[in-house]
């Protein structure tokens, strides 16, 4: 568990960079940066495989998109407007797609929701919401691909054990 969380502030220290980097270099550069850090997602998930329970990681098709909806409990200090990041990650023929908006929208077992924009992390997309109270939340996506079609589509947070 100690490794997943030094992984991930390491992860959050590299996109805190990386969108310092993104405003000062060309696009390339930003392109560079952006696989460097899926690269980093992907085999902090591959060497943590055993902690599976402390991760929420569903994939989803949406009008030919694959979608995949990651929660998780961020370290001190790296709240993103709650107790626990949602994070989405859209691709289409096999290449993660980082130019959409996308916004997100989470309904509680007390019949409330809120919604969010979410921002661009790498070729994940984030926001903050408090997740850790009893019961299950619907996490909803709405994102705008662009030839201006609008696909929307969600899972259920935590799964049934």
Known sequence: MKQVILIMTA??????????????HAMSTHRDATHIYGDLH????????????????????IDGYDVSFHVMKPTEGMQHG?????????????????????????????GKSESKMMM???????????????????????????DGQKHFGGVIYPHDK
């Open 11 to 24: 992860l959050m220290l590299m996109t805190t960079a990386l969108t310092a980097l993104a405003s000062d």
């Open 42 to 61: 992907s085999e902090m998930q591959n060497n943590h495989a055993d902690d599976i329970s402390a991760m929420f990681l569903v994939k989803r098709n």
């Open 82 to 110: 709650g107790d626990h990041n949602f994070m989405v990650r859209i691709e289409k023929d096999g290449k993660a797609l980082s130019d959409l908006m996308v916004n997100s929208k989470v309904g509680h077992k007390n």
């Open 120 to 146: 661009r992390m790498g070729v994940w997309y984030m926001a903050g919401y408090d997740l850790a109270h009893a019961g299950k939340h619907q996490l909803m996506v709405l994102f705008k691909t662009s």
